[in-house]
């Protein structure tokens, strides 16, 4: 089975019945998401072990698996690489996603997240042959491997592992692809080189191009009114000529229109409109403080539970807003309800979790130090 007009539903973000409980999916509004998107001729669904405490793939097999014939849809999953301590835990995590979800394939199968430390979990772990051997048992159509790491990294994943590998799934979005640290474009140009077919995730980069300063937004809107920040984005990685796919986490009914949309009135980008997003992304680049893409992996391990991505949204806005007060309010309201940044003490644990290679308590300090020295209405 084929992916349609590229367009991938992502289920890690989706809609909550209690927002701060991340097992809590709001299963009638997800069906209804989920009845729009197929109904549109779409047919690709991602997940992962990890997704809402597990309860992303149980959600899926409610709303997709339970109530559409198998053939009709396609469900990627994903292996929790920091869970693997050992060559048998492959078969062990696999039977237990295959169970979640109530399916006896998978369409596509991936290691979840290659960064430097998973990178040897999975080496110790055989889990690249494992996914070979999926593959030429037929329990996975496809194999792959999300990246998060340096460029240096994928190119050894690619010439030492990739054998048999079919995709890589990579961060792209219009900001990372001439970023520094993130370099989608060296990754995208490397998975070419050595034949992969490239999946886009974070292609609104966990909403900071839609979170953005009031400057920006007024660019958007005199570039082109007709057109929505989201849909331009969209359409910037449905060009790049080797993407086969492009997963947007969609949180509620009105994204999932939006995205459906973009994707039935799809158009490559001019040559105008990449030139816009490039100048566009030079000073978004300039305005955000802390590239977190608030994918929450850190949090489940930070023995404080802090909400490290609450406090970087905070943080970018109020350097995107300088001369706005209402944020040190909303620093001091999410000290006061949750966990104050102030009880990080840089254990330093959640930093391998991070998908986008930030130093976390270095960056909670610098929050701190910001939000501290002004007016706290709770004090
Ligand atoms: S360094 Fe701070 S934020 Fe990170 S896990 Fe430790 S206490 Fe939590
Ligand atoms: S700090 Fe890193 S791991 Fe945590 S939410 Fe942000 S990007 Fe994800």
Redesign the pocket.
């Known amino acids: 089975m084929t992916v349609k007009n590229k367009f991938g539903f992502g289920c890690m973000r989706l809609p909550l019945t209690d927002k701060k409980d991340p097992s809590s999916v709001d299963q009638e509004q997800f069906n209804k998401m989920v009845d729009l998107y197929l109904e549109n001729g779409y047919n690709y669904f991602d997940t992962s072990y990890a997704y809402h405490n597990g309860i992303s793939e149980i959600s899926i097999k409610k709303a997709v698996v339970d109530r559409y014939p198998r053939k009709s849809y396609m469900i990627t999953d994903k292996m929790p690489t920091w869970l693997l301590t050992k060559a048998e835990d492959n078969e062990k995590y696999v039977n237990e996603m295959l169970n979640r979800l109530g399916i006896d394939y998978f369409d596509r199968f991936l290691i979840h997240n290659i960064n430097t430390p998973w990178f040897k979990k999975a080496v110790n772990a055989e889990t690249f042959d494992y996914l070979r051997k999926m593959k030429e048992e037929g329990l996975a159509s496809k194999i792959g491997f999300s990246f998060h790491d340096e460029p240096e990294l994928l190119e050894k994943t690619l010439k030492e592992y990739s054998n048999g590998f079919d995709f890589a799934l990579l961060e792209i979005n219009y900001i990372d692809w001439n970023d520094p640290i993130i370099q989608s474009k060296k990754c995208y140009e490397l998975c070419v080189e050595y034949g992969l077919e490239i999946y886009v995730m974070e292609p609104l980069k966990g909403g900071v191009i839609l979170n953005t300063s009031d400057d920006i937004k007024n660019d958007f809107k005199k570039f082109n009114p007709n057109e929505s920040i989201a849909s331009l984005a969209l359409r910037f990685c449905a060009s790049l000529d080797n993407v086969k796919v492009i997963l947007s986490g969609m949180s509620n009914i009105e994204n999932t229109k939006e995205n459906i949309e973009t994707f039935n009135n799809f158009k490559a980008l001019t040559d105008e409109e990449w030139e816009f997003l490039e100048k566009e992304a030079e000073k978004l680049r300039k305005n955000i403080a802390v590239a977190?893409?608030?994918?929450?992996?850190?949090?489940e391990h930070c023995p404080h539970n802090i909400p490290?991505?609450d406090y970087?949204r905070i943080y970018n806005a109020k350097k995107q807003n300088p001369d706005s007060n209402i944020y040190t309010a909303y620093y001091h309201k999410l000290a006061n309800e949750e966990v104050s940044a102030e009880e990080c003490n840089e254990c330093g644990t959640?930093i391998d979790?991070?998908?986008?290679q930030?130093d976390?308590p270095e960056e909670l300090k610098k929050v701190v130090e910001t939000f501290e020295s002004g007016f706290n209405p709770y004090a």
Do not use: A, L
Request: proline content about 0%.
């Open positions: 977190c893409s608030e994918c929450d992996y850190c949090i490290i991505s970087f959640c979790y991070c998908t986008q930030i976390i």
